[in-house]
């Protein structure tokens, strides 16, 4: 049983080695990872849970550049500004190509700019002239502090209207009340779904929504390249780009409502040249969010950004600061592009992370790999061993006994 005991030592000095991990990928190592220009904001934000990572699959979207928790810019662009939003996007809404980022695909929480998806999804779904009857269901949630259109329990609005209340004012009342009607059967549930269903037809994978109207909720997620997507879906849609540049707009009266006026709360309308309208968030755990889209020169570009803090610049100022380094760069520069929802997912390309904690993922996938090839080749040994066990013995009868030799020559 000699070679039996050789067999066994090899296995067990194979299964207690350590599997090799795997370096950083050819792409990572020539395309190290940049930390974003970053301002330190006077108060600290406070503390937040960390999101869960992102695959490897779901961070080249769009191009590998942008597989990055860092910075990713075009070669020789100039460097980006600071701000204190953890991640961000400049993107051009007409060609699809993405300027920069700073951790594009990086989960965050999103606050009021998920409303635009709420307007992605239900806006084709939902005929304006409609009118829906708010019910007390559709109030009972909210906080009275928190941003509201104004709409009362018994009063009947058209959808336009509550698209003007959503988009104009954050209304969190009007986000219920629509999802509750394009929800269908399921209600408001129903509309929080079909926002989900959207955000899968766009590539927007790292964004989940919880709540229509962006209120925290477990698991509600989006990033900066998402949004991005969400808002060229949008803006692709000639009522979208009506309701957003509104600046004010009447609510008519109804049966035992009264009417009321609303006006836009994004200031960047009046004192950003060219903006073609934004979208703002803020919730305690988001910190501040921003979605807009400004044009010069016959050029389209959207800014997306999220856990920005008010001080100094805040999302309005921040936004209007990298929405000028995008405009200042060249036609045809680009650091990646943003996916079409006809593209399949299987045909996306896979490429290494490169922050660290990607890497650390990364690697964990080649230990697991390694070690499973090292399991392989020592039973693929012990098998050959073992089989030669039975053979050596022949061997050695054979020679101790001619006669035995003979036998095994005549047998059939």
């Not at 795997?22 to 301002?39: E, K, L, N, R, W």
């Not at 490429?351 to 020592?378: C, I, K, N, T």
């Amino acid at each position: 049983m000699t070679i039996v005991r050789i067999a066994a030592v090899v296995l067990s000095a194979l299964l207690t080695t350590p599997a090799a991990v795997a370096g950083p990928s050819a792409s990572a190592a020539s395309a190290p990872y940049v930390p974003c220009p970053a301002v330190k904001p006077p108060v600290p934000p406070p503390a937040a849970p960390s999101p869960p990572p992102v695959g490897p699959a779901d961070l080249a979207v769009g191009g590998e550049t942008l597989a990055t928790a860092g910075l990713a810019i075009p070669a020789g662009a100039p460097m980006a500004p600071a701000v204190t939003a953890t991640s961000w996007v400049v993107a051009d809404l007409d060609s699809g190509a993405v300027l920069g980022g700073c951790g594009p695909h990086e989960r965050r929480t999103p606050a009021s700019v998920q409303k635009m998806l709420l307007a992605a999804a239900l806006m084709p779904k939902l005929d304006p002239t409609q009118v829906v009857e708010v019910t007390r269901a559709d109030l009972q949630d909210l906080d009275p502090a928190s941003s509201l259109m104004g709409v009362a329990v018994g009063g009947r609005y058209s959808v336009e209207s509550l698209w003007l209340g959503l988009l104009l004012k954050s209304g969190n009342d009007a986000a219920n009340v629509l999802a509750r009607a394009g929800g269908g059967t399921a209600g408001r549930q129903g509309g929080v779904q079909a926002m989900n269903d959207e955000a899968r037809r766009l590539g927007a994978n790292q964004t989940h929504a919880a709540t229509p109207s962006g209120l925290d909720g477990p698991g509600q997620y989006t990033s900066a390249y998402d949004l991005a997507l969400i808002a060229r879906a949008t803006y692709a849609r000639a009522d979208f780009r009506r309701y957003i540049a509104t600046r004010v707009a009447e609510i008519p009266a109804g049966s035992g409502t009264p009417g009321f006026s609303i006006t836009h709360d994004n200031t960047l309308l009046d004192h950003y040249p060219g903006t073609l309208g934004g979208k703002t968030g803020f919730t305690d755990l988001a910190r501040q969010t921003y979605v807009g889209v400004a044009e010069r020169n016959g050029r389209r570009l959207a800014v997306t950004l999220l856990g920005a803090e008010t001080a100094p610049l805040g999302s309005l100022g921040e936004a209007a600061a990298l929405l000028d380094w995008g405009f200042a760069l060249p036609p045809g520069a680009s650091a990646g592009r943003l996916v079409t929802p006809d593209e399949k997912k299987q045909e996306r390309p896979v490429a290494a992370a490169r922050s660290e904690g990607h890497g650390q993922a990364a690697a964990g996938r080649s230990f697991s790999m390694a070690a499973v090839l090292s399991l392989g080749s020592a039973a693929a040994l012990l098998a050959v061993l073992l089989l030669a066990v039975p053979w050596r013995h022949r061997a050695a009868r054979r020679a101790a006994d001619p006669q035995e030799a003979l036998a095994e020559k005549a047998a059939p």
